[in-house]
């Protein structure tokens, strides 16, 4: 079965695309709300000392405020209004998302259909704002305790970043919400997509540049271009894959009327958790290296110095947890967002059953069975996605990866989500052409 991509890249004229008014216009806002964004990530906080910043981000960018620095596209590093970015949106919808899988109030929520979306969604922004504030504080706290980033601390700074901070992440989650419905994509995931492609030409520019003063052979850098391209294909392989389960309808009779029976397919991702794992294996390792980096930093030593030695890049020691975490979460996730039992009892309340085996529970255990197995190939692929850039710090020696874990993971779903969408948008202007060269606009006699 053709990708939305192979159908968009038979199918794409020109000529069609030209004519899709909306599509434009659609593509157009997108790309004026990234523009707004990118500047946004330009505009540092009030009261800080630029230098000072600078050479405190040099020091600790290998923890988390690397991490949060790639998905804010450079604006952790720049201490921006939009430092934050919209990672306590993401945090909040995970979260609620968990809670909706946990809590009876929010499972009921989740299936009371559109008006229950609604209400999650709002729980979500509450939370994302709560979560906000406290980052935001936090932060102000933080900066005013670490020597000379602060022009004038006090309370004023404290509250001027706190305010600061949350309206950057609201504006952005306000801005993510009108690109999904008035432009290409989920806006969420647009902007991190935005942030992690505004930082390839840099790292690509500073790896020619290793390679031109000879720190890494023209062969290995070929070779590491060859790697990206052949992770990518393979990202995009795994992420289209998935199991298909036979489902079958029998005869039924409406009124006078007889029905065949009819068959349908139940899909199973193979990567069911999509980028979750490594987001959060990530942020339980780096945590330890980014405490410790600032108690460094304020002369202090200790245990934390120890165990973020051990836990450092390219350390055995973080490869092995960080593969652990990862297939720990892969199966953690999965069982929190699909429940084999409710569907099992969803399709016996149909009418539907599986062949050679019985509704109800036994196919509650088949779907489970089939479902534990796929998830085995799911963390098995993203454990290698997220280990390959380990390696070749440690063993290349390429202290920049181009694109990598997490971040690859990202841009290849979120392209994939936009392609389709984009050929979704190109179906229906070719449909509405040919309704309007028929003429069924409506009877007009």
Request: glycine share 10%; proline share 4%.
């Amino acid at each position: 079965m053709a990708s939305a991509a192979e159908q968009l890249a038979a199918n794409l004229n020109f000529g069609a695309f030209a004519k899709a008014d909306e599509l434009k216009k659609r593509i157009w806002f997108t790309l004026g709300a990234l523009v707004i964004y990118r500047l946004g990530t330009y505009i540092p906080l009030p009261g800080m000392n630029p230098d000072a910043v600078a050479d405190l981000f040099r020091q600790t960018q290998s923890g988390m405020l690397g991490m949060f620095n790639m998905f804010s596209g450079g604006a952790v590093g720049r201490l921006a209004i939009f430092a934050l970015a919209i990672m306590p949106y993401i945090s909040a919808s995970i979260i609620v998302q968990l809670l909706s899988s946990v809590v009876p109030s929010f499972e009921a929520l989740k299936k009371e259909g559109e008006q229950g979306r609604k209400t999650l969604n709002q729980y979500t922004r509450y939370l994302t704002l709560v979560l906000a504030v406290f980052q935001a504080y936090a932060i102000g706290v933080g900066l005013q305790g670490s020597g000379n980033l602060v022009l004038e601390p006090g309370p004023f700074f404290l509250l001027s970043t706190t305010i600061t901070l949350t309206g950057g992440t609201m504006f952005l989650l306000w801005l993510g919400e009108q690109i999904t419905s008035r432009g290409i994509g989920n806006g969420t995931s647009m902007i991190i997509f935005s942030g992690i492609i505004a930082e390839f030409p840099a790292q690509l520019a500073q790896t020619f540049e290793l390679g031109r003063q000879g720190a890494i052979s023209t062969g290995l850098l070929l070779g590491v271009l060859v790697m990206a391209v052949c992770v990518i294909a393979f990202c995009v392989f795994m992420e289209r894959a998935q199991r298909r389960l036979l489902i079958n309808y029998p005869k039924r009779q409406v009124g006078n009327r007889m029905y065949e029976g009819q068959t349908s397919f139940l899909p199973l991702k193979l990567n069911t958790s999509g980028v979750i794992p490594p987001i959060f294996a990530s942020s339980l390792l780096l945590l330890p290296t980014t405490i410790a980096s600032f108690s460094q930093a304020s002369g202090g030593t200790g245990i934390l110095s120890t165990i973020a030695t051990y836990l450092a890049h390219g350390r055995p020691a973080f490869m092995f947890l960080y593969a652990a975490l990862i297939i720990f979460f892969c199966f953690f996730y999965t069982a929190i967002v699909f429940n084999p039992v409710e569907t099992a009892d969803n399709l016996k309340k149909h009418g539907g059953f599986m062949p050679g085996i019985r509704p109800g529970e036994r196919t509650a255990e088949h779907i489970d069975r089939i479902l534990t197995r796929i998830t085995v190939l799911g963390a098995g692929y993203l454990t290698i996605v997220c280990l390959i850039p380990e390696f070749m710090i440690t063993y290349a020696q390429i202290p920049i990866i181009l694109l990598g874990g997490t971040s690859l993971l990202i841009v290849v779903t979120t392209t994939m989500d936009t392609v389709a969408q984009i050929h979704g948008h190109l179906l229906a202007h070719q449909y509405e052409g040919l309704v309007k060269k028929a003429k069924l606009r409506g009877a007009r006699r």
